[in-house]
């Protein structure tokens, strides 16, 4: 056939796009099992760093990791009550399997969706720090639209469930070099005593420079410059989560004095 | 035959060095070399793309219509790119975080594809992988150079190990914070091209212009 004839341009392009394809969907298919086990213990990590049990800075080995988050017990939150589900395994809900026929979907009423999720699980998985404390840590997932992605992240509340212990966020796909600095330890750890709600019990937090002097101060957290839609987007998620369809009226039982 | 094998492979050492030479990849260069850890995965996997590519495309060489050549190239390049982000992922995860989208970035290094248009779509698939491999190993030798010099001076050490005692911990070294700063690779990189082209003067380039000075110049 002649080289340069359309349907040998046609004719080679298809191969090699066919290859190519099968190429990467091959790799993508048989590493996935190690980078989604790799993706685990990540995750585990975070919530080492945020249980407070260990040095958060501190550069731990997995088996540091894995000993260390046996402090730390997943609880479930039935979020349309506003409890503890003492009825429900926490472990079912870990295994996706078995969390795929267990779980129900709710839709999220516009008005109040700033996540953009539109949907959310009935049922969460927040993870108590097990200390001598009377009133130990709490962390809880958070998520929601960024700029590009879904950014995931984990919120770790002090035990007056008010007041931020540390905050991550862990998977994203924000620009590289701009958004993604919501990753970097030097901007997470002005998080940390901050609050969220204020005397009244009020959703106060938000993300934004603010003078010191400004009551609202205790509430806010230092924006990043040039990452602003990503930044928005991260105030927005926590304002949801810690919101009226989140985990607000499962805090304010709290609040009302309830046992854990 | 010898000779020309030898050739493919040694030249793109120093004589056609792609980085000093040709000024290609400088993008990829500049970004990680504030560590010699991340320049040797970054070499690693710019070297396996390039030999994987210039194989393939040495192979398919006779049969690739010169009309759609190009696309065909870089799907054959950016197929070998996602597939080591991809390993980079699963075996070395950390190390992939460290170099986030310069991995990706591989599709775009011109390098890549100025080996695989000049090169590998003319010369039997042998001689290709050569000339692929010295023109890797090229580059991985100036990226290391770049960052040996980045990290010893800009944080006193070399693959994290401690080499200067920092004055921070009673030492005598006081970081150069300049060094771990992209501009300062553009320097470096300078200075190696300028040092290169000092010691093989046939490697200067011919001005394009001349500058003449003119008589309204002269007479003022």
Redesign the interface.
Known sequence: MDNESPAKAILVVTVTALLCSILVSSAAVFLQPLQKAYADIERIRYLVQLSGLVDSDADLSEFAIVSAYQDVTPRLIDLETGSFDQNLDPQSFEDPDTADELQQLVSIPAELDSARLELRPRWISVYQVETDSALPRLIFPIYGQGMWSTIYGYLALEGDLNTIADVVFYEHEETAGIGDQIQRPAWLVGWRGKKLYDEQGQLQFDIGSIDVDSPEYDYRVDGIAGATVTVDGVADLVRYWFGPHGYAPFISRFDAGQER | MKTRLRRALVTPLVDENPVTLHILGICSAVAITNSLYSALVMSAALTAVLCFSSVVISV?R???????RI??QV??I??AV??VD??L???A?TTSQIL??FVGLIITNCIVLGRAEAFAAHNPPGVSLLDALGNGLGFSLILCTVATIRELFGSGGLLGREIFTSAAAGGWFEPVGLFLLPPSAFFIIGGIVWLIRSYKPQQREQAEFEIIATDSVRNR
């Not at chain 2, 006779?62 to 759609?68: E, M, Q, Y």
């Open positions: 398919i006779r049969h690739l219509p010169h009309s759609v696309i065909v799907t054959v950016a197929s996602i597939v991809e390993m992922q699963a075996f995860p986030s989208v």
